[in-house]
T-cell receptor, first 114, second 115 residues
Framework: KAGVTQTPRYLIKTRGQQVTLSCSPI?????VSWYQQTPGQGLQFLFE???????NKGNFPGRFSGRQFSNSRSEMNVSTLELGDSALYLC?????????????FGEGSRLTVL | AQTVTQSQPEMSVQEAETVTLSCTYD???????LFWYKQPPSRQMILVIR??????QNATENRFSVNFQKAAKSFSLKISDSQLGDAAMYFC????????????FGTGTSLTVIP
């Protein structure tokens, strides 16, 4: 069974540009969550999508947005990039949205903003 | 918002020995779920162990076990018979029953296993 796939794995952008990251969840998983990982802040929740609807959103500015398609694949977009957006962006999929159901993580997309 | 604290940024253990990683959390909820995740140098996070707050019995998974102290809001991870493959970043995480897959993570503990 294929795991969570994130593309691209690495990318370099300059301030002011925008970026789109993609995530393909495990087959059968309808929930996709996004997390930002930085050395200083650790892992912070961005948002979660379930059946194409955003269920939860973390404390990030409106420059961070996402969507989910009917096949459960998800994209997140960051507009007007800032230096502080440099981070590892992790996508996680899950079958459901409650209990002890685990999150399955991808390897992440490493974004560097120059 | 819930907060999760891991007070040990780095830990080391001799191969075959036992090590305990600490985690405390702050919440006003009575029902919740706790997790330990492992992130090896290749970066993909994987689940190590999980615990429901309403269960008093501590969870175990082979060499991994937890010491869950609900009143103290403590959730430590014990790794027995440490192996070289256990070297990784370990994250403690909290999940509320009301906010879907919004996990709150600690800042992590980097574990080194010494041969």
């Amino acid at each position: 069974k294929a795991g969570v796939t994130q593309t691209p794995r690495y990318l370099i952008k300059t301030r002011g540009q925008q970026v789109t990251l993609s995530c393909s969840p495990i087959s059968g998983h309808r929930s996709v969550s996004w997390y930002q990982q930085t050395p200083g802040q650790g892992l912070q929740f961005l948002f979660e999508y379930f059946s194409e609807t955003q269920r939860n959103k973390g404390n990030f500015p409106g420059r961070f947005s996402g969507r989910q398609f009917s096949n459960s694949r998800s994209e997140m977009n960051v507009s007007t990039l800032e230096l502080g957006d440099s981070a590892l962006y992790l996508c996680a999929s899950a079958r459901g949205t409650s209990g002890t159901g685990e999150l399955f993580f991808g390897e992440g997309s490493r974004l560097t903003v120059l | 918002a819930q907060t999760v604290t891991q007070s040990q940024p780095e830990m080391s253990v001799q191969e075959a020995e036992t090590v305990t990683l600490s985690c405390t959390y702050d919440t006003s909820e009575s029902d919740y779920y706790l997790f330990w995740y492992k992130q090896p140098p290749s970066r993909q996070m994987i689940l190590v162990i999980r615990q429901e707050a309403y269960k008093q019995q501590n969870a175990t998974e082979n060499r991994f076990s937890v010491n869950f102290q609900k009143a103290a809001k403590s959730f430590s991870l014990k790794i027995s018979d440490s192996q070289l493959g256990d070297a990784a970043m370990y994250f403690c995480a909290y999940r509320s029953p009301n906010t879907g897959n919004q996990f709150y993570f600690g800042t992590g503990t980097s574990l080194t296993v010494i041969p």
